[in-house]
């Protein structure tokens, strides 16, 4: 028989255009297209045309998800790896896989990987697939093509978030596909797309159904002629202008007629013959088969050699199938569903068991869940369980926690039809299950660490004292990580009594930990916290192991940062520099550690020293895109410190665009927030708000990072002149303080309340709310004497005398305050003398204010100064002396308007709006608003403030 003729890609000009556009643009660096669609819509059609497009200007490398091994950890990415090395040669793949061969060794072709290394996570697998693609890609496009995302396994989702965000360099090229109908509510691609739409990591092209024209069109080159227009209408109708519809009704012969939308996907199955039907049958079993397994499994089954090749010739010919790379499947997925429901229940477990008999995944792990999935769906519940725990070596080998947790908990599922599990996996099902919790908890799945540890809880025979150990030890971290003190105490203490019989080193480790977290903790919270700090270091130093001392002594280092200690992250400083680490992610840990530690007690400089070493070390340790930007976050809140502004920002912006984690960003977000603020860019950091609205209100964002918003938009507003709106967000801070809130962070609350008790003074409103809450803030600092300038500081705000502001700018003069909060504090000194009538030193304080604003670059307070020596000298007019804000205010006074209106305008409150104008009356030294109108013509154009 003939084959269909297939028609050509029609209505879609747009999509390959765009798809065009976006290749071109790779030239500049790494971008991304999703293609989504319903069913049938032509999703594949359409990347294969684009592909065609491209010929030899690119490499081109396509990995597939697959319904059936959901859970196997980087299917798509082991399939591009394993293509790789034909498609670029051997010396260019060489020399691109070398830095990473060991990181990598469980996703490579056996033989191309070696000597796994130790201790990874996730996100250092991330980053090693990036760097190979990085460095395939300096010189020609590299373009990789991940098809049908609907069946993901989570551990590729993880990458392809990190690699979205990473946007490094060389010319590399991501289309990522998938089928809209499959993606239901609770989907994890759902998550993945929206971060992809929020920050705008990639281009969507969404396929829709085909027009009138373009089904007619498809009708001409199917049949050979022009479709009457009831034909056409019929055709339409049948297919709701879905391309795959609409291309297997054109096959079907004239007349020939089909009951529902299944009958037409399956009309050319039933034109093949008997013998090709059933090998059809086998294929739908296994979706997209390698030639030697599907002859294997051929062979199982009793299908002659020469049957077998002509039965897959037809199915070819026909267009029911393709072949590619030796492997077989269906050219489209919605055949293969209809044909595998034509499989009766008996002949199933047949074909079930037939492919779990080849599937070697002795040779091949990766292949080891799709055979426990045949095992269990051929009745066998043993073998399958011993699939799935090759599976979990695979998934341990990869780093894949996602996919270990899915397998363990599969395996606790099957444990009660299996008489023999202990033995054959060698643990105890309980011990399974708070396995299964660990890899939960290491792979950011928190929401199923507390009901797998009750199941565990449940599971746990009375006598296995190491179990319930293992047990709390989890529940203790857990309650470290989330900041509950109470449960960090009695988990840990509990652990610690049932681990003390065993004298291993994985018990001995796990014990100096629990130490090590409860000698860590504040004396006040728990007072045998130096006993405890004793023995985490003894077994510390009974193991020799640097990256355990390395842990604990982080661990015992917080609560003595937190009392304003010094000498204790010079001492980390020093440790860091004079050790050798086993695992470079214990050594990057430290590091940032560190950075923060010493950035806590006022030693910037030397923060950002560790800081830039840190990246630099992360950078040649391969960990640059994970660790390394972890790091240039505290670097840049460093840099800004010591008031190296321009510095900070590329590194600020880095953390915001690649952290890996959540807060880290957020932490980014605020750092940009308040530079932009001191660059006098103040719709730029308004802006910045806007578009991570989706990071800033986050649900899992926690409380530190929430409040270091709260606190940076608080200092946007009093930069726009808008002080309730920044007392409304920083007021919620008050109970904080009085709670949880670090000591080693007050000053930021502390100093945005003392500016915004200064901009209240000044417009006549109340200060006494925003000076308390500076006085709150100072209460929970510890009694050392970077306390006490801080102290100064707040009462020259409080009590605004020249006196108390020459303290305060003494006070604020030194390295453990924050060279930006300098100018400010020298400004509020120069009014207050220039009020006192002492208009020489205060010209003086204004010219040295300008001096420092100008050396850290913060134009905001460059032209604050420039402003006040304007009217100190008398050069300029008061318009000099006007707030951005208050000259918007102005302008809409002298348009007549009420205070309503220009709250409406200026997108504020009418009582926001009613301060800026008794501000901007006194400023002006006038009486009214008409003469304050009278007086914005040569004001407004007064460039004395420039």
Excluded at 219 to 244: C, H, T, Y
Aim: aromatic fraction near 4%; include cysteine; hydrophobic fraction near 45%.
């Amino acid at each position: 028989m003939e084959s269909p003729a297939r028609t050509s890609l029609v209505g879609r000009d747009a999509e390959m255009q765009r798809l065009a556009e976006a290749f071109a643009l790779s030239a500049g660096g790494q971008r991304a297209v999703v293609v989504s669609g319903e069913a049938g819509i032509g999703k594949s059609r359409l990347v294969t045309d684009f592909l065609s497009t491209i010929g030899d200007a690119a490499v081109v490398t396509v990995g597939s998800c697959y319904e059936s091994q959901d859970i196997a950890p980087f299917v798509p990415i082991r399939q591009i790896l394993r293509q790789l090395p034909a498609a670029v040669g051997a010396e260019e793949w060489d020399a691109a896989i070398a830095p990473v061969a060991r990181t990598l060794a469980g996703l490579l072709p056996v033989g191309l990987g070696a000597g796994l290394e130790p201790d990874l996570s996730p996100a250092r697998v991330h980053e090693a697939v990036d760097l190979v693609f990085e460095e395939l890609s300096a010189t020609r496009p590299l373009v990789v093509v991940i098809e049908d995302l609907h069946w993901v396994d989570t551990s590729t989702l993880g990458l392809l978030g990190a690699i979205l965000r990473y946007r490094t360099s060389g010319r590399r090229f991501l289309i990522l596909t998938y089928r809209t109908d499959d993606v239901p509510r609770g989907h994890p691609l759902r998550g993945f797309l929206h971060d992809v739409d929020r920050g705008r990591l990639a281009t969507r092209i969404e396929l829709t159904p085909l027009p009138r024209d373009a089904v007619a069109q498809m009708a001409v080159e199917g049949r050979g002629r022009m479709a009457e227009a009831q034909e056409l209408d019929r055709l339409i109708e049948r297919s709701d202008g879905i391309p795959f519809f609409i291309e297997e009704l054109l096959g079907l012969a004239d007349g020939q007629l089909a009951d529902s939308l299944r009958d037409v996907v399956l009309a050319r199955y039933d034109r093949m013959s008997e013998g090709t039907k059933r090998v059809l049958r086998v294929l739908a079993i296994g979706e997209s088969i390698d030639h030697r397994v599907l002859a294997g499994v051929a062979d199982e089954l009793g299908i002659p050699g020469d049957a077998f090749e002509d039965a897959l010739r037809e199915a070819a010919s026909g267009g029911i199938i393709t072949v590619a790379d030796e492997a077989y499947r269906f050219r489209h997925a919605l055949s293969r569903e209809a044909v595998a429901d034509e499989i009766l229940p008996g002949e199933k477990d047949r074909l079930h068991a037939a492919y779990a008999k080849r599937l070697d995944f002795a040779a091949d792990p990766s292949v080891a869940s799709e055979a426990a999935r045949h095992w269990l769906a051929a009745h066998e519940p043993a073998l399958a369980f011993d699939a799935y725990l090759a599976a979990l070596d695979d998934a341990r080998a990869t780093f894949g926690f996602r996919a270990q947790s899915a397998i363990l908990e599969r395996l606790v599922e099957l444990w009660p039809l299996v008489p023999d599990a202990d033995a054959r996996s060698g643990v105890t099902r309980a011990r399974a299950v708070i396995a299964a919790a660990e890899a939960a908890d290491r792979g950011g799945l928190t929401s199923r660490i507390r009901p797998l540890l009750d199941i565990a809880e449940s599971l746990l025979g009375p006598d296995d004292a190491r179990g319930r150990g293992e047990l709390l030890l989890l529940t203790h971290s857990q309650a470290v990580s989330s900041g509950r003190v109470t449960e960090t105490i009695a988990a840990g203490l509990e652990a610690l009594d049932l681990l003390a019989a065993f004298e291993d080193a994985a018990a001995i480790a796990a014990r100096a930990r629990v130490h090590g977290n409860l000698g860590g903790l504040p004396s006040e919270a728990f007072a045998d916290g130096a006993a405890h700090a004793a023995r985490a270091r003894a077994f510390a130093a009974q193991l020799g192991d640097s990256d355990l001392e390395a842990y604990v002594r982080s661990s015992l280092a917080v609560d003595a940062i937190e009392a304003g200690d010094e000498r204790v992250p010079l001492d980390l400083r020093d440790f860091v520099r004079s050790t050798s680490f086993v695992s470079p992610e214990a050594e990057l840990r430290l590091t940032l550690n560190t950075v923060d530690g010493l950035h806590r007690v006022g030693r910037f400089a030397e923060a950002a020293e560790l800081g830039r070493n840190g990246v630099a070390r992360a950078e040649e340790l391969q960990h640059g895109r994970t660790w390394g930007t972890l790091i240039s976050g505290n670097l840049a809140d460093s840099l800004a410190a010591v008031g190296a502004l321009d510095d900070a920002r590329p590194f600020a912006e880095r953390t915001l665009g690649l952290a890996p984690a959540l807060d880290f960003a957020a932490y980014g977000l605020r750092q940009l927030v308040r530079l932009e603020v001191l660059a006098d860019r103040l719709d730029h950091a308004a802006s910045l708000l806007d578009v991570h609205a989706d990071l800033v209100r986050h649900p899992e964002l926690s409380e530190e990072e929430t409040r270091g918003l709260r606190i940076a938009r608080a200092e946007l507003a009093v930069a726009r002149g808008e002080q309730d709106v920044a007392w409304d967000e920083l007021r919620p801070l008050s109970d904080d303080l009085s709670n949880d809130f670090p000591a080693s962070e007050a000053m930021y609350p502390l100093f945005a309340a003392c500016e915004i008790a200064a901009a209240r003074r000044a417009a006549g409103a109340r200060v006494d709310e925003a000076v308390g809450l500076a006085h709150e803030a100072l209460a929970i600092m510890p009694p050392t004497p970077r306390t006490a300038r801080w102290r100064a500081v707040t009462d020259a705000y409080a009590a605004p005398t020249a006196d108390n502001w020459s303290r305060a700018v003494d006070a604020a003069d030194h390295a453990s305050v924050h060279r930006w909060m300098l100018a400010p504090v020298i400004l509020h000194h120069a009014a207050a003398l220039a009020a006192d009538g002492e208009r020489a030193p205060a010209r003086a304080a204004a010219e040295r204010a300008l001096g420092v604003a100008r050396s850290i670059g913060a134009a905001r307070d460059v032209r604050r100064a420039r402003e006040l020596q304007a009217r100190l000298t008398g050069g300029g007019s008061r318009g000099g002396l006007l707030t951005p804000r208050e000259r918007d205010v102005l302008l809409l006074l002298r348009e007549g308007l009420t205070n309503r209106q220009i709250g409406a305008r200026l997108y504020m409150s009418p009582k926001t709006a009613s301060v800026h104008v008794t501000a901007l009356l006194r400023k002006l030294e006038v009486s009214s608003r008409t003469e304050a109108a009278v007086r914005a013509g040569s004001l407004l154009d007064d460039p004395a403030g420039e």
